[in-house]
């Protein structure tokens, strides 16, 4: 989860033609553009903060050159955006919260250095995120599995798996995971999934359980992962990464990964 706070401070020296484009900006990332995970935040305080060009709520609906945008947008924005009783005067203040999982304070003018944490526009808006969605771990991977992945679908049994394998192997996980989904957005377009096709357009090593392995039920039963509907199958494909092995289910246009760990037993000659 995204929270970005409406941080009155950043305000104050702001004049009216600065607060116009910094409200259109956030209508698109708040209303037109809001991605799923974005959640905008404000205290009511920011109504009656001063600003260069007098207070806040005189400003924004009685000196806006933009009458469309002070008249019908802005209404529209500000009732959206959630208020919350915390006033946040710092970043590790708004850390501290009950507020998970990254944190940022939307805004004009910040007299602190410039952090990527400070969000002035589009530009400081993707670079945050994109920071955040670089810096995983285990558990933000498994918190933003919905985020990071839509056709790849982590199974219950992988959060516990991710917590046994540790961030060692993290960023390489992701890296098979992210060149997965576009394996199926890509090359998944109708039928059933062809793990070879899949294998030749992308490095992924992916490789069915042979038919021996396949052949007893103890290999099957270890195999066996519950979707997160709570039926269960038997996974037999999966995708080598160095001594780590993932194992998926193809379905519905969607990747089920049931297990990432160790290699599960097989037939041995």
Known sequence: MFNFYLYNKSYEKANIAQIEENFRILNDLAIVERAKEDYFLKNESLWTCNTADGIFYEVVYSKMQDKQLSQQVLPKLL??????????????????????????????????????????????????????????????LWERKETLFSRVILCPDVESDLEIIGSQYISQIVSRLKELERVVVEEWKEGEFNYQIAKERSSLDIKPDS?????????????????????????????????????????????????IGKHLSTVTY
């Open 211 to 259: 038919k021996a392995t396949m052949g007893q039920k103890k290999y099957q039963d270890q195999r066996s992962f519950k979707l997160p509907n709570g039926t269960t199958k038997c996974f037999t494909l999966h995708i080598r990464t160095g001594d780590l092995r993932i194992y998926f289910h193809p379905e519905d246009k969607k990747i089920f990964v049931g297990h």
């Open 79 to 140: 009732q959206t955006i959630p208020s919350i009783s915390e006033e946040f005067s710092t970043i590790e203040e708004f850390d501290k919260s009950h507020f998970r999982i990254y944190n940022a304070f939307y805004g004009i003018v910040f007299d602190e250095p410039l952090l990527d944490e400070y969000i002035r526009n589009k530009e400081t808006y993707l670079t945050f995120k994109n920071k955040c969605l670089s810096e995983i771990t285990p558990k933000i």
